[in-house]
């Protein structure tokens, strides 16, 4: 609890921590190439570069292009069992439709940054809510936070709350823990008030969220509030992904690129495991939604397989690949974790062009972030346009798509 409000704190104050964008990063997308982004306010740290480490910016451009943005975690998006996947598009595209959004037939992909900006899918963390409705996972990885405290199990077996009884619960107790940072030095009124009305919701918080029975009724009932969803897997599940009705942004992550390295860092509950866990990427890949792998990088554990963790990409195709280094939470009897497997940023950096070159370019990096030692990849047909990356999220576009489409049961 005490990280958790330590992070609050530091998201309700002045963020301390900025990107660099390039200016086609804010451009209203959804309104046109020809409207102006937002002025800028504040300088900025971060630098765009393609592949093969080449500026997208030229420094004017740079200079010109500075803007605030504060520095949450990157986040964290559609086939309803088939149902719209010859008639409505869920993933990106080109022509305007009636609203003028870039999109080709319908798209969840409309990007937008409005007034507040984030670095993966612009939202700003003291806006963000991170639940879970199940404690349980199906992993025992060496490197969670949890230090096992928390069931395990291959199947729910346990008292079920009912998912509206998770998410109100989920908001009541979300207001009261901001409402403790009140009068707090250095917190924003105006952020403070904000942070009572959540707009953004990780489920991730602990356990598998998709072992829970109703999970797609957590996920309606967020969204019916206008609330975004960012979901977390452990590649078990593939069949529960598949059935996942569409979320905003959708993680799987992939611990290792080998059976043995898996069976090591995830210490998975299934024997199957190896198999679960590739039919899981193999299911992302016909989600016609945003994608996103997690990779976290435990030094002396899994960062001399890139050419393996390249060839997993093939299955899943995602449109982001999201690469962390290990964040070390204390000694645990469960784990043997130290200081020294926490890989430099420099190092993560060099795993991340690696897997670049060895994907022939479909792949660039679209971001960085040397404190939280993360480097997120973007595809570059998709959304490398004019040498500018479009990575945002139009998330009154998105919810007004998922109501129109029957994704909410009112």
């Known amino acids: 609890m005490s990280i958790v409000i330590l992070n609050l704190w530091n998201e309700l104050r002045t963020s301390s ?14 309104k046109g190439p020809s409207e102006a982004p937002p002025s800028p306010t504040r300088c900025a740290t971060r630098k765009v570069v393609d592949s093969r480490g080449r500026a997208l910016t030229t420094p004017d451009q740079e200079e010109d292009s500075q803007v605030e943005l504060t520095s949450s975690r990157y986040g964290r998006a559609e086939d309803k069992a088939g149902a719209m996947a010859s008639q409505v598009s869920l993933r990106y595209g080109r022509a305007d439709d009636e609203a003028g959004a870039m999109v080709s037939q319908v798209s969840l992909r409309c990007r937008r940054p409005e007034d507040e900006a984030g670095a993966l899918a612009s939202q700003v963390s003291h806006r963000c809510m991170e639940t879970t409705p199940s404690l349980a996972c199906a992993n025992k990885c060496v490197f969670c936070w949890r230090h096992h405290t928390n069931p395990v199990g291959k199947s729910w077996k346990w008292k079920m709350d009912g998912p509206l009884m998770i998410v109100e619960g989920a908001l009541e107790n979300h207001k009261k823990m901001i409402k403790q940072m009140k009068g707090v030095p250095g917190v924003k009124p105006e952020r403070l008030e904000q942070g009572l009305a959540p707009k953004h919701c990780a489920l991730s918080l602990v356990g598998e969220p998709i072992m829970y029975p109703e999970i797609n009724q957590i996920v309606c009932e967020l969204h019916k509030r206008r609330i975004s969803t960012f979901l977390v897997t452990n590649a078990q599940f593939p069949e ?17 690129a080998t059976k043995e ?17 590739r039919d899981s990427l193999r299911a992302l890949r016909d989600k016609r939604q945003r994608t996103v792998y997690r990779l976290t990088l435990v030094k002396g554990w899994n960062m001399e397989e890139a ?24 000694s645990s009897s469960a784990s043997s ?4 497997n926490v890989p430099w940023h420099a190092d993560v950096k060099s795993f991340s ?28 047909r998709k959304f490398l ?6 990575t945002w999220i139009n998330y009154d576009r998105f919810h007004d798509l998922v109501l129109r489409y029957g994704l909410v049961r009112m």
């Open 17 to 30: 921590v900025k990107w660099k964008c390039t200016p086609s990063d804010t451009e209203i997308v959804t």
């Open 240 to 256: 529960r992904i598949a059935q996942l009705d569409p979320v905003t942004q959708l993680y799987v992550s992939v611990d290792a």
């Open 261 to 277: 390295q898996l069976k090591a860092i995830d210490r998975p509950l299934f024997s199957d495991f190896w198999e679960r866990f």
């Open 307 to 330: 050419q393996a963790y390249a060839e997993l990409v093939e299955l899943g195709r995602p449109d982001f690949i999201e690469i962390k280094g290990v964040t070390y939470c204390g």
């Open 337 to 340: 974790l130290t200081m020294g």
């Open 353 to 380: 062009e690696a897997i670049c070159a060895l994907r022939g370019d479909e792949y660039a990096l679209a971001c960085e972030h040397a404190h939280s030692c993360c480097v997120l990849l973007a595809n570059r």
């Open 385 to 390: 346009i004019n040498g500018a990356w479009h």
